[in-house]
């Protein structure tokens, strides 16, 4: 069994609909982070969560440790947002020791 | 700022051969890391180094030795590479406070024939 599962794997929207990610770990871990892979390569840090919920823009990301279970929503999902999506939890040590999920293809159609 | 800046961006290799994948930040972070991503199997560390002078090895260091040359630069290096290590190699840095932000450079495409 992987240490992260993230699911859906591959996901379809419309523009504008909710969309909803989610990663389930069974690592023991203080904090988790979302990242954004665009269709390019490039890899961008969206979050780091150690409890609770962040939002940044139209993106929102909570986390509950106890469950081991972490959701990322995109609102108003447009276009641009078609990236691969990776959730990482953290080894501990180096906030950059990180467990990484093999991440949700996210396609949005305009 | 350039950020994280990785060279080779592609590189052709011989199996046997030896090559070293550089990495440099202008940000001042104590962290760097060096990531491998292949199909299938998402990003995996291969190596870490959270200030000057350290190295620590991650997930999947086999293979590889790292040097943390000073505070800019974190280079990998594969002394025999092998098929087994074709993959796109992403360099990371963080900063000294827990921000928990990772900036990650723009990959080096390896292929070992």
């Known amino acids: 069994k992987n240490e992260v599962e993230q699911s859906p794997q591959n996901l379809t929207a419309q523009e504008g609909e909710f969309i909803t990610i989610n990663c389930s770990y069974s690592?023991?871990?203080?904090?988790l982070h979302w990242l954004q892979q665009h269709p390019g390569g490039g890899i961008v840090s969206l979050f780091m969560?150690?409890?609770g919920k962040k939002k940044h823009g139209r993106l929102i990301a909570t986390i509950n440790i106890q469950e081991k279970h972490s959701s990322l929503h995109i609102t108003a999902s447009h276009p641009r947002d078609s990236a691969v999506y990776i959730c990482?939890?953290?080894?501990?040590?180096?906030?950059?020791?990180?467990?990484f999920g093999k991440g949700t293809k996210l396609s949005v159609k305009p | 700022n350039a950020g994280v800046t990785q060279t080779p961006k592609f590189q052709v290799l011989k199996t046997g051969q030896s090559m070293t994948l550089q990495c440099a930040q202008d940000?001042?972070?104590?962290?760097m890391y060096w990531y491998r991503q292949d199909p299938g199997m998402g990003l995996r560390l291969i190596y870490y180094?959270?200030?000057?002078?350290?190295?620590d090895k991650g997930e999947v260091p086999n293979g590889y030795n790292v040097s943390r040359l000073n505070k800019r630069e974190f280079s990998l290096r594969l002394e025999s590479a092998a098929p087994s290590q074709t993959s796109v190699y992403f360099c990371?840095?963080?900063?000294?406070?827990?921000?928990?932000?990772?900036?990650f450079g723009e990959g080096s495409r390896l292929t070992v024939l």
């Open positions: 990371a840095s963080s900063p000294p406070t827990y921000t928990g932000e990772l900036f």
């Open positions: 690592v023991g871990i203080s904090a």
């Open positions: 969560l150690s409890s």
């Open positions: 990482a939890p953290t080894r501990g040590g180096s906030q950059g020791n990180l467990i």
């Open positions: 940000m001042n972070h104590n962290s």
């Open positions: 180094s959270a200030s000057e002078g350290t190295t």
